[in-house]
């Protein structure tokens, strides 16, 4: 995730950013590009830094009120354009390698709510306090530009103790919050979270998913999701594809390439589905292909699971989307 927000907060503050960049070990050139990925010690140490400079013990909540969702990548042009929140959630989850690689974001459900937890990996640098209040407060801000008022949570819970009073939080984040949770959460009431939202648009949608997938293989071109959705694109034409199968290809078992591709923040159905979305929306941009064609290539047992399958990525028929 880029740096940008935490540079406009500190400059607030009257901190000189490129200096505490420095003093983490990070070259402040790198800082300023729009795609650089950043160690994951170096970033922590920065944000370290940055918090005792300000002395806020909200520092982290001040940063997430500037994301906006450029700031995400594609990510953020994808979660804008979802036809639901709860499409918005599930593309945040698909890419939120995006956001971090330090650790993982999965779509939960309990008790009438739906939403997002973290879910840290072995590898995980532990990010500080202040780091986590900026993502969770960012992801609040941009799912508010996707859905306006219906995005506001039904509650968003907290690993760390309060600091703040509550009510500080409630005017925030505006709805409430819970402290020292088993995972951070960001909760909404189910059944609003599935009410299609007018301004959506699945065309857009979907081409940002293209942008994020690209971005994500080219940041870790051997990474196992890369080799899967290599080896699929290879399979998918003959039908001849299935997760066993794959995992045989990698020399490995079927458990250690979900556990794998877990880690990476993806599963391989994922991967599946997002490598048959954008294969079919270039055919039929192509327009060179039959929909009969385009599903056989794709690996689809008939037309029909096709159109399915492209109903539930886009919110359309391919015919609809043509048209």
């Not at 830094?49 to 994808?78: I, K, Q, T, Y």
């Not at 949570?153 to 600091?163: I, N, W, Y």
């Not at 293209?210 to 694109?233: C, F, N, Q, W």
Request: charged residues 25%; hydrophobic residues 40%; contains cysteine.
């Amino acid at each position: 995730m880029t740096t940008a927000p935490l540079q406009e907060a500190l400059h607030d503050y009257g901190i000189e950013f490129a200096a505490l960049a420095r003093r983490a070990g990070v070259d402040p050139g790198l800082l300023t590009r729009p795609n650089a990925r950043y160690p994951a010690a170096a970033v922590q140490k920065l944000w370290t830094l940055a918090a005792a400079e300000s002395g806020d013990p909200l520092f982290g909540f001040r940063v997430g009120n500037r994301m906006r969702p450029g700031m995400f990548h594609a990510l953020g042009l994808g979660i804008v354009s979802s036809t639901s929140v709860l499409a918005a959630l599930k593309r945040i989850e698909r890419y939120s390698s995006l956001l971090s690689t330090n650790g993982r974001i999965v779509v939960v459900r309990e008790d009438g709510l739906v939403g997002l937890e973290t879910r840290p990996h072995e590898r995980t640098v532990t990010p500080t306090t202040e780091c986590v209040d900026s993502i969770v407060v960012g992801v609040c801000r941009v799912l508010e530009q996707c859905a306006g008022p219906s995005a506001i949570p039904a509650k968003v819970v907290f690993m760390r103790p309060r600091v703040a009073p509550e009510a500080t939080y409630r005017e925030l984040l505006r709805c409430p919050v819970e402290f020292d949770g088993e995972h951070i959460a960001i909760l909404f009431d189910a059944v609003a979270a599935e009410q299609p939202i007018l301004t959506g648009n699945p065309e857009l949608a979907a081409e940002a998913d293209r942008l994020a997938a690209h971005y994500i293989e080219g940041m870790a071109p051997d990474s196992t999701a890369a080799k899967v959705r290599s080896l699929l694109l290879k399979a998918m034409p003959s039908g001849e594809f299935d997760q066993d199968g794959i995992a045989r290809s990698l020399n490995q078992s079927a458990s250690t390439l979900q556990r794998r591709l877990r880690r990476e923040g993806t599963t391989y159905q994922g991967l599946l589905d997002a490598t048959r979305r954008e294969l079919a929306l270039d055919y039929l941009r192509q327009g060179r292909h039959s929909l009969a064609d385009i599903a056989f290539l794709l690996g689809f047992t008939d037309q029909a699971n096709f159109t399915r399958a492209f109903r539930r990525w886009t919110g359309k028929t391919p015919r609809e989307f043509l048209s």
